[in-house]
């Protein structure tokens, strides 16, 4: 069985740093693209960050660009997203998704439960 599993969120203040880790179990997540995306309430999930199975290719969505990185570790199926200079518009549950194989931006076959994300002003 297939699992993602979030972790690192928290309350944090406005310019404050956290980060997100995404455990991947039940399958090898090597040659898999995975990513980040946010919904915050009321609004539709939104893409944050993508990484491709080596990490040498990485996309950013724009209003996290500078701010937010992702990294993965294959050996410990895991993917990172180091969040720094949270603003209050960042407070959202994150998500992690993968993809059964090869590079995507926006498509993904598995998502996790997601973690909270709430940065105070």
């Known amino acids: 069985q297939v699992q993602l599993v979030e972790s690192g969120g928290g309350l944090v203040q406005a310019g404050g740093s956290l980060r997100l880790s995404c455990a991947a179990s039940g399958r090898t997540f090597s040659r898999s693209a995975m990513g980040w995306f946010r919904q915050a309430p009321g609004k539709e999930r939104e893409f944050v960050a993508a990484?491709?199975?080596?990490?040498?290719?990485?996309h950013y969505a724009d209003s996290v660009k500078g701010r937010f990185t992702i990294s993965r570790d294959n050996a410990k199926n895991t993917v990172y997203l180091q969040m720094n200079s949270l603003k209050p518009e960042d407070t959202a549950v994150y998500y992690c998704?993968?993809?059964?194989?090869?590079?995507?931006?926006?498509?993904?076959?598995?998502w996790g439960q997601g973690t909270q994300v709430t940065v105070s002003s």
């Open positions: 990484i491709s199975w080596g990490g040498l290719t990485i």
């Open positions: 998704a993968a993809t059964k194989t090869g590079w995507s931006v926006y498509e993904y076959d598995y």
